[in-house]
C-alpha cells in the first residue's frame, strides 16, 4: 500500500490511507470499553503512524470517544488530522433499551452548539474536518450546509465533508457549502456507491472517506458458524450476521484466507489493503479497541498486493453475489 498522504478532495487537509474510526471507543456497541482502554487505544494509532482520527459529537452520551483523543494527543495536535461530525445527539429515553434515543437535528443553531462543544472536548481551536453526520429529514440540507459554510469561513474547521447521504443530497449540499469530503460504507460485500455516489465525487473533486471496510469484524476472519452475538452487541440486528446470509459471508470470508496466506498477510491487512486502493477511496476507517488491534490493522500498510491476489478477491466477490444490505440507524 503507498503510504504516501492523499489529498482530501479540494481542501489543504492531506489524509493517510488508513484512519482510526473512533465509534467502538464511545463502549456504546461493545461492551467493557474504559476511559483508558480508548486513550491506549488512540496512542496505539497515532504510534503506528494512523494520523487520520475519525470522530463525532454523539460517539458517547458524553463525548466519551473525542475526550479519548484529547486525552491521548497532549502535545501533538498539529501531527494529527482530526475529523468530527454534528448533527446527530442522545437524548434520555427510559422507554427504550438502552434508555437513550439518537436525534438527527440539523438545524444551524444545533451544529453550532455542537461544534462549539467538540472543540471543547477535542482541547482544540479547530478541527481539521468537519462533517454533517446525517441529514436531517426535518431541514432543508442547505440550511446545515450553510452552517457549516460559516463555520468553515470562521475557521473552526479547515475542510467540510458529508456523511451518510444520497447522491441528490450531496448535489444540493455542495451548491450551499464546499465540500470536500464524503464518508459512507463501503467494503468487499457492499459496494454500492459504485454505482453512483464515488463516480460523482470523483468528477467532483471530492474525497470519499469510507467506514466498516472489515464490516463490524465479519472479514476479519474471527467468526465462526453458529456464533450468536449478545442484545448489547449491535450486530445481532444486522442480516449479515444472521442464518444463511451469516453462513454464505462466513464462506466468502473463507476463499480470502488462502490469497492472504499466499501473500503472507492476516485477512484484515488483505482488505484493508484492497479497499484503501480502490479507484475513487481517499482513506478507509478501521475500528478498534486495544492497542493490540490497531497494531494488527495498522500492519497493512505494508501490504502489497498483486494481479493475482486482485484476480482472485474479484472472484470471489463474483461468486458470493448479491448480500443483504439492510442496517439499523445507530450513532455510526
Known sequence: MNEAPRPLGNSPVTVGPLGLGCWPLAGMTRPGITAGAAEATVAAAVEAGITHLDTAYCYGEQGESERA????????RDAIMIASKCGIHWEPDAAATPPRRQVIDGR???IRVEVEESLRRLGTDRLDLLYLHAPDPGVPIEESAG?????????????????NVSIG??????????????????NMLQREIEREILPWCMSHGVAMVVYWPLMKGLLAGTMRRGQVFPTTDSRHKYPMFQGIEFERNLGFVAALEPIAARLGCSLPDLVLAWTAEQPGITSVLFGATSPEQVAINARALAVELDDEARRDIAAAVTARGPVANRRPVEGR
Request: with cysteine; glycine share 6%.
Open 69 to 76: 483523543i484529547a486525552a491521548a494527543l497532549r502535545g501533538r
Open 108 to 110: 444551524p443553531e444545533r
Open 147 to 163: 452552517e457549516l459554510a460559516r463555520l468553515l469561513a470562521a475557521g473552526k474547521t479547515r475542510a467540510i465533508g458529508a456523511s
Open 169 to 186: 443530497q450531496l448535489e444540493a449540499f455542495s451548491q450551499a457549502c464546499p465540500l470536500s469530503a464524503c464518508q459512507l460504507h463501503f
